[in-house]
């Protein structure tokens, strides 16, 4: 029996997480669940699973929740809570909680020595390599759940690290990959979520449509995988069938190909070394029948080229990319600024001095404080730029 913590279990992951733990009941158990302020779903999963603790990060929630159950549970709250559970040992811990707020987690379950399903991009591309070294140390396993990372990590298994030659991620090139960019400048927030192959929370589906996403991942890929971004290429799959690949040394290229659902970078994840069954269903290339890649049109999308530069700058400079467009999203998404002064915002972020932000580990909040803090002065300049 394996004990599974899940950090963040209300979104897409969790959910997806809690289907695989249904399926295979007889081998996890769920130890301990996270959710900001879900307290009615929170009550649902405990009535099903049981879990020993349950945390929110709103007190308000917790409480809801104490007084709906009548079983043994134990509840905490506040800000720290989900940094609590990760640190208690377990056999997997699926960090998935969205944006910078998820790191304290992912640091305490590195520190705690256990294995981590790392679902949340932002403690990777702020955390860098330091973060990695950490978890070496304390001999945490980190396997990746973003299904390019998960694809790579499996393909990367079939040689050696010197027979590697490059990596490749693929994109569904999100719900504007057919518009011209005259028409993405004018697009709307709702234009923005309507993720053609997708279903993720808002952050993630906009993140798609500037391909920040895909630069994250780019971040994500050069720091786990130890890969100068320069070997790293990203192509547009618009079926999302071809998940990611990597070449080596003899001509041969390595892909996963599978199904445009997470359900398997999570069984993956959760049960590795293994593999258990996911519920999906095997690829019919006939039905398929070909498979098309397109480069990406830096025009249109620079959100990728600016993550390339971030990366080439070092570990300040990829927690500015991440404060930036982190501010700049949520302006967006509040109607108050254009689509691409999301970009212009994060090439600002990048000009600045962004190596006050390359701080220990212990002190990375606090720099990603200041970094969203400088982020938003520069939101606050472009706007009145604008006007």
Request: aromatic residues 8%.
């Amino acid at each position: 029996m394996k004990f599974v913590t899940i950090l963040g279990a209300s979104g897409s992951i969790g959910t997806s997480a809690l289907a695989f733990l249904r399926r295979h009941r007889e081998h996890f158990s769920l130890k301990a669940v996270s959710f900001s302020k879900s307290w009615e779903k929170a009550v649902a999963i405990y009535r099903e699973f049981t879990p020993e603790v349950v945390a929110f990060s709103d007190p308000a929630a917790a409480r809801a929740f104490q007084s709906a159950i009548t079983g043994p549970c134990r509840v905490i709250a506040g800000p720290k809570a989900s940094a609590d559970i990760a640190s208690m040992s377990v056999d997997i811990v699926l960090a998935a909680i969205s944006g910078s707020v998820g790191f304290p987690s992912v640091h305490a379950a590195v520190k705690a020595g256990n294995r981590v399903a790392l679902a949340n991009k932002e403690a990777l591309v702020c955390g860098g390599t330091k973060l990695l070294a950490l978890a070496k140390h304390h001999r945490a396993e980190v396997i990746p759940v973003d299904s390019e990372h998960s694809a790579i990590f499996q393909c990367v298994k079939l040689g050696r690290r010197e027979e590697l030659r490059r990596l490749v991620l693929t994109a569904s090139g999100g719900p504007f990959r057919d518009w011209a960019r005259a028409d993405i400048a004018q697009a709307t927030a709702g234009a923005a979520l309507k993720h053609p192959t997708w279903q993720m929370g808002p952050k993630n589906s906009l993140d798609s449509a500037t391909l920040a996403n895909k630069g994250l991942e780019l971040i994500e890929a050069c720091y786990f995988f130890d890969m100068p971004s320069s070997r790293v290429d990203v192509f547009v799959n618009p079926s999302s069938l071809l998940h990611s690949a990597a070449s080596f040394i003899d001509g041969s290229m390595i892909a996963l190909l599978g199904h445009n659902d997470m359900k398997n970078a999570i069984g993956y994840a959760l049960s590795y070394p293994d593999r258990m069954s996911t519920g999906i269903d095997d690829l019919d290339l006939g039905q398929v029948g070909t498979l098309e890649f397109r480069r990406i049109d830096p025009e249109r999308f620079p959100c990728l080229g600016l993550a390339r530069q971030a990366v080439e700058a070092g570990p300040g400079a990829t927690m500015m990319f991440n404060a930036a467009n982190e501010i700049a999203g949520r302006m967006f998404m509040a109607g108050r600024i254009g689509f691409y002064a999301i970009s212009d915002i994060i090439a600002e972020g990048l000009d600045r001095d962004t190596g006050r932000f390359d701080v220990p580990l212990d002190d990375l909040m606090a720099a990603d404080h200041e970094a969203k803090t400088l982020a938003t002065q520069i939101a606050e300049e472009v706007m009145v730029g604008r006007a």
